[in-house]
């Protein structure tokens, strides 16, 4: 489902993509079976593609990023499933129980534990993109902001592409982008209206500058 793209991006921003940066097919059955569910196909992705990456589980030690949970220490809080938070703060994202045999289900969230969940993304499947591509982002060694007015965001889909898709990576608050001939990587949120670029190199974010006409802003600039 999602796998391939997971590994695009893995491939994109670190330079290659292998089995050992994912779970074995054993450990993720024995969390379905220590939980007594199984658990959906584009979560699987996500652990077979990256549950040993640190930086896309949010082990890297970045702040403003999310921290997946292994398989061996999802919970299961009244049924729903918890499977990621929020690593500076106490947000969390499960799916519910009635839901969790779903291929690509809806993924709920919640300010802090005990508050009522609420939706949140439509697909878990996208839902993971853009978890990975907000991880990746933060950990790539140049990173930039830009803040976009109405209309711009076209400018930045003319110059780098969706991961996958525009579709495969809607439904909620984030949208994900990737170069790979620049390597870079980029997520816009709707929230801020605003694009957090990552980048291997600094003239690839130069380039972007130059080519978008965008404020395009790294840490140095005032």
């Not at 993924?107 to 993304?121: C, I, L, N, T």
């Amino acid at each position: 489902m999602i796998g391939e793209l997971l590994r695009d991006v893995m491939t994109t921003a670190y330079g290659g993509w292998t089995p050992e940066n994912g779970c074995t097919a054993a450990e993720i059955a024995t969390a379905e079976e220590r939980l007594g569910t199984g658990l959906p196909q584009a979560l699987r992705d996500y652990y077979t593609a990256a549950g040993r990456h640190a930086e896309l589980m949010g082990a890297g030690g970045h702040e403003h990023t999310f921290r997946m949970h292994a398989p061996g220490h999802l919970t299961a809080d009244d049924g729903w499933l918890v499977f990621c938070g929020e690593n500076r703060w106490s947000a969390q994202w499960s799916i519910r129980p009635d839901d969790v045999d779903w291929s690509d289900p809806r993924v709920h969230g919640r300010a802090e534990p005990g508050q009522k969940w609420h939706s949140a993304f439509r697909r878990l499947s996208a839902f993971l993109i853009n978890v990975a591509c907000v991880q990746t982002v933060r950990s790539l060694p140049y990173q930039a902001t830009c803040r976009l007015r109405k209309g711009q965001l076209e400018t930045v889909e003319s110059l780098i592409g969706y991961v996958g898709s525009r579709e495969a990576c809607r439904g909620g608050d984030w949208l994900s982008f990737i170069d790979r001939p620049a390597r870079i990587l980029a997520s816009y949120s709707y929230v801020t209206s605003t694009v957090h670029v990552g980048a291997v190199t600094p003239d690839a974010l130069a380039s972007l500058r130059e080519r978008s006409g965008l404020p395009v802003k790294t840490a140095g600039d005032r």
